[in-house]
């Protein structure tokens, strides 16, 4: 508790030394500043150029004139006095115009009523000094007088107007943006004055660049442009517009072959910039310059004879006058660019042609105007003996310049809408009650007006609308404008598009369906690429070390496939699809199956219709003859049995043929399987019987009760049986199915039988060969026995065939593709068939049909008489 009192004490006692600190020092401010000497202001305060006292005065700055001289940098040497001289006569338009917007709205009743609007305007000489001189002499109210008593006085205008350049619309919005004072460009674009933190008291009548550059790069797109050169002013303007469009440009796919910059007191990077355009090989040259910087580019180009490059311009020298002429057609025509919206002053053009230097005494601006105008010398004192002498009474109708033609009333309009922007805030400032922070007093404070302008939403008698947003920019709509011959042999903006940045994404730019004249007055586009477009069928490679629109074109490999102009990839086909020869569509691969239609399928039917027909024939032969000796040796029924297994062998070759199906896949194997097995089971009991006969000849071998016909039959069955319950295991687990083959071709589909498993497929064929291989075993023992007739020696040769057969069908079965599996397959079935007949039946036939003779018992017993031996 002690030490929180004395904490708390001592705190007391300290800020009581504060405050007597603080109090002691802002005595010794005031006696100090009672002992100083009234301030003084250094430099001399601007006079406006023109000015009209009203209730409210609005400050204008515009350049009237040009700058003469350069700046010095140098802080050794006292700068030399700037001075103006170049008149400019498209600026004297625009402050006549902010002239009469005032007095229009001064005839209004509708607006400001009881209250009178006057002007303050001032001369910026271009130059971002005089500019800011400007703007400051209408902060502190000094051009009259002079005072040495006080240093600043309240604002003497709520808002400014101006100016045409971005680098002095800079300049003043730092200065004037302290004291919450608008200013209202009605030209300046850059889009660095959208910065609300930099300039929070900045306006424009004119959209910035920032949508400007992004139109720009949407229109050299739409063109197929892609490769382009860049050109900009090196000052704000230029430098923040070329950024925007640079980025813009990469996202639309645009490369930029050099991107230049020069100031128009840069002479020598003049001609570096004109070198660089001559050595480029990009035909579209995209100029983000003001008309000054335009001018100069447009007289080297032009000294130099350089033409045929396709001009895309910003509406800074777009629709400049006075440098559309038909001698700069040569170089400049069919530029095409984006322009202020035009608009419509009505009764603008009448005040234009009223002014009169008599009207302005003592205005030397207004006699340096109308010198220029008509050339002429106006000032009677002057000794300019070469300059015709005028009095002043001369009819500005009989002119054609930049001041009196309003066919293009695109940045006259915007200082129209700026002058009515600042006369609805004050009216609604006016207009409200005071519990709403504004005033029913005349005087209006500039933040007041600021805050009003923020809100101010107005249509225009032309039916124009005008707003702001947060960041103090109207909506961005552009006209695209293309340079054309009138037929007066004029240049002519025609209107060939529009761009409206308030409308949905992809349909903010529209291009109308007029005719367009080009580089060099031509009707045909030009093309200004790095590299040819890549047709479909091939894809875009970037060149190795070069920007992405230098590129070679690389076919698509097979399956693959583009079908569109400069792909940048292959589009892979669907499984069943391959590509076709230009590599530009999917279409259905080839199905391959082993059909009937086709050459190889027809001959394997024949052949095995031809086995068929042989073995019914045999058959049909044997039955006739069933009761001779050659038929009865070794089983007739086996033989007719075996006959009948041939005929199935040779007919199951055709389930092989034709479109695979779940059924025939199922079939032709099992058949094949059933068939072969039956078909050996038989040459196998035949050839058992031949062995077992043998036997039965020896003394006391009474063998054959043991192996006769009923045991015959049923060994036949039982090995048969064996087969058919493998081939039902298969089917039951795993059998076979019709499977597309997509994997050894990419260009074709092989339709085939998948085995399903491959254990029971091998089974079968593995069951085969076992019986096969047995028989030819037994057969083989069994060739040397004494009979006329061994049926056993032709058992040995079929199954020797067979077995050839089969050993190389195996390899010849797995390397081979397609339908070409199949044939071996069936050539194997028919080869091996073919084998067994021939080699078991044709000598019997031949005995039959030519050796009747041999056909007897004791023939095929070899007893036949030895004499007759």
Same mark, same amino acid.
């Given at each position: 508790?002690?030490?929180?009192?004395?904490?708390?004490?001592?705190?007391?006692?300290?800020?009581?030394?504060?405050?007597?600190?603080?109090?002691?020092?802002?005595?010794?401010?005031?006696?100090?500043?009672?002992?100083?000497?009234?301030?003084?202001?250094?430099?001399?305060?601007?006079?406006?150029?023109?000015?009209?006292?009203?209730?409210?005065?609005?400050?204008?700055?515009?350049?009237?004139?040009?700058?003469?001289?350069?700046?010095? !940098?140098?802080?050794?040497?006292?700068?030399?006095?700037?001075?103006?001289?170049?008149?400019?006569?498209?600026?004297?338009?625009?402050?006549?115009?902010?002239?009469?917007?005032? @007095? @229009?709205?001064?005839?209004?009743?509708?607006?400001?009523?009881?209250?009178?609007?006057?002007?303050?305007?001032?001369?910026?000489?271009?130059?971002?000094?005089?500019?800011?001189?400007?703007?400051?002499?209408?902060?502190?109210?000094?051009?009259?007088?002079?005072?040495?008593?006080?240093?600043?006085?309240?604002?003497?205008?709520?808002?400014?107007?101006?100016?045409?350049?971005?680098?002095?619309?800079?300049?003043?919005?730092?200065?004037?943006?302290?004291?919450?004072?608008?200013?209202?460009?009605?030209?300046?674009?850059?889009?660095?004055?959208?910065?609300?933190?930099?300039?929070?008291?900045?306006?424009?009548?004119?959209?910035?660049?920032?949508?400007?550059?992004?139109?720009?790069?949407?229109?050299?797109?739409?063109?197929?442009?892609?490769?382009?050169?860049?050109?900009?002013?090196?000052?704000?303007?230029?430098?923040?517009?070329?950024?925007?469009?640079?980025?813009?440009?990469?996202?639309?796919?645009?490369?930029?072959?050099?991107?230049?910059?020069?100031?128009?007191?840069?002479?020598?990077?003049?001609?570096?910039?004109?070198?660089?355009?001559?050595?480029?090989?990009?035909?579209?040259?995209?100029?983000?310059?003001?008309?000054?910087?335009?001018?100069?580019?447009?007289?080297?180009?032009?000294?130099?004879?350089?033409?045929?490059?396709?001009?895309?311009?910003?509406?800074?020298?777009?629709?400049?006058?006075?440098?559309?002429?038909?001698?700069?057609?040569?170089?400049?025509?069919?530029?095409?660019?984006?322009?202020?919206?035009?608009?419509?002053? !009505?009764?603008?053009?009448?005040?234009?042609?009223?002014?009169?230097?008599?009207?302005?005494?003592?205005?030397?601006?207004?006699?340096?105007?109308?010198?220029?105008?008509?050339?002429?010398?106006?000032?009677?004192?002057?000794?300019?003996?070469?300059?015709?002498?005028?009095?002043?009474?001369?009819?500005?109708?009989?002119?054609?310049?930049?001041?009196?033609?309003?066919?293009?009333?695109?940045?006259?309009?915007?200082?129209?809408?700026?002058?009515?922007?600042?006369?609805?805030? +004050?009216?609604?400032?006016?207009?409200?009650?005071?519990?709403?922070?504004?005033?029913?007093? +005349?005087?209006?404070?500039?933040?007041?007006?600021?805050?009003?302008?923020?809100?101010?939403?107005?249509?225009?008698?032309?039916?124009?609308?005008?707003?702001?947003?947060?960041?103090?920019?109207?909506?961005?709509?552009?006209?695209?404008?293309?340079?054309?011959?009138?037929?007066?042999?004029?240049?002519?903006?025609?209107?060939?598009?529009?761009?409206?940045?308030?409308?949905?994404?992809?349909?903010?730019?529209?291009?109308?369906?007029?005719?367009?004249?080009?580089?060099?007055?031509?009707?045909?586009?030009?093309?200004?690429?790095?590299?040819?477009?890549?047709?479909?069928?091939?894809?875009?490679?970037?060149?190795?070390?070069?920007?992405?629109?230098?590129?070679?074109?690389?076919?698509?490999?097979?399956?693959?496939?583009?079908?569109?102009?400069?792909?940048?990839?292959?589009?892979?086909?669907? @499984?069943?699809?391959?590509?076709?020869?230009?590599?530009?569509?999917?279409?259905?691969?080839?199905?391959?199956?082993?059909?009937?239609?086709?050459?190889?399928?027809?001959?394997?039917?024949?052949?095995?219709?031809?086995?068929?027909?042989?073995?019914?024939?045999?058959?049909?032969?044997?039955?006739?003859?069933?009761?001779?000796?050659?038929?009865?040796?070794?089983?007739?029924?086996?033989?007719?049995?075996?006959?009948?297994?041939?005929?199935?062998?040779?007919?199951?070759?055709?389930?092989?043929?034709?479109?695979?199906?779940?059924?025939?896949?199922?079939?032709?194997?099992?058949?094949?399987?059933?068939?072969?097995?039956?078909?050996?089971?038989?040459?196998?009991?035949?050839?058992?019987?031949?062995?077992?006969?043998?036997?039965?000849?020896?003394?006391?071998?009474?063998?054959?009760?043991?192996?006769?016909?009923?045991?015959?039959?049923?060994?036949?069955?039982?090995?048969?049986?064996?087969?058919?319950?493998?081939? +039902?295991?298969?089917?039951?687990?795993?059998?076979?199915?019709?499977?597309?083959?997509?994997?050894?071709?990419?260009?074709?589909?092989?339709?085939?039988?998948?085995?399903?498993?491959?254990?029971?497929?091998?089974?079968?064929?593995?069951?085969?060969?076992?019986?096969?291989?047995?028989?030819?075993?037994?057969?083989?023992?069994?060739?040397?026995?004494?009979?006329?007739?061994?049926?056993?020696?032709?058992?040995?040769?079929?199954?020797?065939?067979?077995?050839?057969?089969?050993?190389?069908?195996?390899?010849?079965?797995?390397?081979?593709?397609?339908?070409?599996?199949?044939?071996?397959?069936?050539?194997?079935?028919?080869?091996?068939?073919?084998?067994?007949?021939?080699?078991?039946?044709?000598?019997?036939?031949?005995?039959?049909?030519?050796?009747?003779?041999?056909?007897?018992?004791?023939?095929?017993?070899?007893?036949?008489?030895?004499?007759?031996?």
């Amino acid at each position: 508790m002690y030490l929180n009192q004395v904490h708390s004490s001592a705190g007391s006692e300290m800020c009581s030394g504060m405050a007597l600190q603080i109090i002691l020092l802002a005595l010794t401010v005031l006696w100090a500043a009672a002992q100083t000497p009234p301030c003084r202001i250094l430099g001399r305060a601007a006079k406006p150029s023109f000015y009209q006292h009203g209730d409210i005065n609005i400050g204008g700055v515009f350049a009237l004139h040009r700058i003469s001289g350069e700046i010095s !940098n140098k802080f050794d040497t006292k700068p030399e006095h700037l001075k103006c001289s170049r008149v400019i006569l498209r600026e004297f338009r625009l402050a006549q115009t902010m002239i009469f917007a005032t @007095e @229009e709205i001064n005839n209004r009743t509708d607006i400001l009523p009881g209250v009178s609007l006057g002007y303050k305007i001032h001369d910026s000489c271009a130059s971002p000094i005089f500019a800011t001189r400007a703007a400051m002499t209408m902060m502190n109210g000094y051009e009259d007088t002079l005072s040495d008593t006080s240093c600043s006085t309240p604002a003497v205008v709520p808002a400014i107007i101006g100016t045409s350049i971005s680098t002095n619309a800079i300049a003043i919005a730092g200065t004037v943006g302290l004291f919450q004072i608008p200013l209202i460009s009605h030209f300046s674009t850059c889009a660095c004055l959208s910065n609300r933190k930099r300039f929070p008291t900045f306006f424009r009548t004119i959209p910035s660049d920032y949508y400007q550059s992004r139109a720009l790069a949407q229109l050299v797109k739409n063109f197929g442009w892609t490769w382009i050169g860049a050109v900009n002013s090196d000052d704000d303007y230029g430098n923040n517009g070329m950024a925007t469009f640079t980025k813009a440009a990469q996202q639309e796919g645009i490369c930029i072959e050099y991107s230049e910059k020069f100031h128009k007191t840069e002479a020598e990077k003049l001609l570096k910039v004109v070198d660089v355009i001559k050595r480029g090989t990009a035909k579209v040259i995209v100029a983000f310059l003001g008309q000054g910087e335009m001018t100069l580019l447009l007289e080297q180009l032009a000294f130099q004879n350089i033409t045929g490059f396709q001009m895309v311009g910003s509406e800074g020298w777009i629709t400049a006058s006075s440098i559309a002429s038909p001698s700069s057609f040569r170089t400049l025509g069919g530029s095409i660019g984006f322009a202020i919206t035009q608009g419509k002053i !009505n009764g603008l053009q009448e005040f234009l042609l009223k002014l009169q230097p008599s009207n302005y005494p003592n205005n030397t601006d207004v006699t340096d105007f109308w010198e220029a105008a008509f050339q002429c010398n106006l000032r009677n004192g002057d000794e300019k003996t070469h300059i015709t002498p005028c009095t002043g009474s001369e009819s500005l109708i009989e002119l054609e310049n930049a001041y009196t033609d309003i066919t293009e009333l695109r940045i006259s309009n915007n200082v129209y809408k700026a002058v009515y922007a600042v006369a609805h805030s +004050v009216h609604d400032l006016l207009a409200c009650t005071p519990h709403q922070g504004c005033t029913n007093s +005349v005087k209006t404070e500039p933040w007041q007006v600021l805050r009003a302008l923020k809100k101010v939403n107005f249509t225009l008698g032309t039916g124009e609308k005008v707003s702001f947003d947060s960041n103090g920019d109207p909506v961005a709509r552009y006209e695209v404008v293309n340079w054309q011959l009138g037929p007066d042999g004029a240049v002519k903006f025609r209107v060939v598009g529009y761009y409206d940045d308030s409308l949905p994404s992809g349909q903010q730019f529209v291009m109308r369906p007029v005719s367009m004249v080009w580089a060099g007055g031509q009707k045909e586009k030009p093309r200004s690429v790095c590299s040819e477009s890549c047709p479909p069928g091939t894809r875009k490679a970037v060149q190795r070390g070069r920007p992405v629109c230098c590129y070679d074109c690389v076919p698509c490999n097979q399956g693959e496939i583009s079908n569109i102009t400069d792909s940048n990839d292959c589009i892979l086909c669907l @499984e069943e699809y391959r590509s076709n020869a230009k590599r530009d569509q999917c279409v259905l691969k080839v199905v391959e199956f082993l059909s009937f239609q086709e050459m190889m399928g027809g001959m394997l039917v024949i052949f095995s219709i031809f086995g068929a027909c042989i073995t019914a024939f045999v058959a049909v032969l044997f039955f006739k003859k069933k009761d001779t000796p050659i038929v009865k040796s070794n089983n007739s029924e086996l033989s007719f049995l075996l006959l009948f297994s041939l005929k199935l062998c040779f007919l199951c070759s055709l389930t092989f043929i034709g479109r695979p199906s779940e059924w025939s896949c199922m079939l032709r194997h099992t058949a094949f399987g059933i068939t072969f097995v039956l078909c050996i089971a038989c040459v196998l009991g035949k050839t058992i019987v031949v062995l077992m006969a043998f036997r039965a000849t020896l003394p006391g071998s009474n063998v054959m009760k043991w192996f006769g016909p009923l045991q015959q039959r049923l060994s036949v069955l039982a090995f048969t049986l064996i087969q058919v319950l493998i081939c +039902v295991l298969w089917l039951t687990i795993s059998p076979p199915f019709p499977n597309k083959n997509m994997k050894h071709y990419k260009e074709k589909i092989i339709l085939e039988c998948d085995v399903g498993s491959a254990v029971g497929f091998w089974a079968v064929l593995g069951y085969i060969g076992l019986l096969s291989i047995l028989c030819f075993v037994l057969a083989f023992l069994a060739r040397k026995l004494p009979d006329n007739f061994n049926e056993a020696k032709y058992i040995t040769f079929s199954m020797l065939i067979f077995c050839a057969v089969w050993i190389t069908f195996i390899p010849a079965y797995v390397s081979s593709p397609g339908k070409f599996t199949v044939a071996v397959e069936i050539f194997a079935i028919l080869a091996s068939s073919f084998g067994l007949l021939f080699c078991i039946f044709l000598p019997k036939c031949y005995i039959i049909l030519f050796r009747p003779e041999q056909n007897t018992r004791k023939h095929i017993m070899g007893k036949t008489d030895v004499k007759s031996q």
